[in-house]
């Protein structure tokens, strides 16, 4: 149970960056990368990156922000 759970929080992340991509065109990506592992991970660093970003681009923070505060191993039990 624990590889799935290991896996999944990386995939969500980088699925939700290529989603992420086409919405912020002119930032860097190595910012949003840290910006989506950062809110994923309720860690609350930032490279002031979060006030830049649209509209979409924070709804695509708030979901990171929700999926890492639920956690993976939540998700794992939903998917399983």
């Known amino acids: 149970m624990s590889v799935p ?3 999944l929080g990386p995939v969500v992340v980088v699925m ?3 989603l992420w991509l086409p919405t912020q065109p002119g930032l ?3 910012n949003r990368t ?3 592992f ?3 991970g309720m860690v609350g660093l930032s490279m002031n990156t ?3 970003l649209n509209e979409a ?3 695509i923070v708030i979901v990171f ?3 890492g505060r639920t956690g993976p191993l939540t998700f794992a039990i939903v998917i399983g």
């Open 5 to 7: 759970v290991a896996v």
């Open 16 to 18: 939700g960056l290529f």
């Open 28 to 30: 860097p990506f190595v």
């Open 34 to 36: 840290f910006e989506a």
């Open 38 to 40: 950062s809110a994923f």
């Open 50 to 52: 979060t006030p830049r």
């Open 57 to 59: 681009g924070q709804l």
């Open 65 to 67: 922000m929700y999926l």
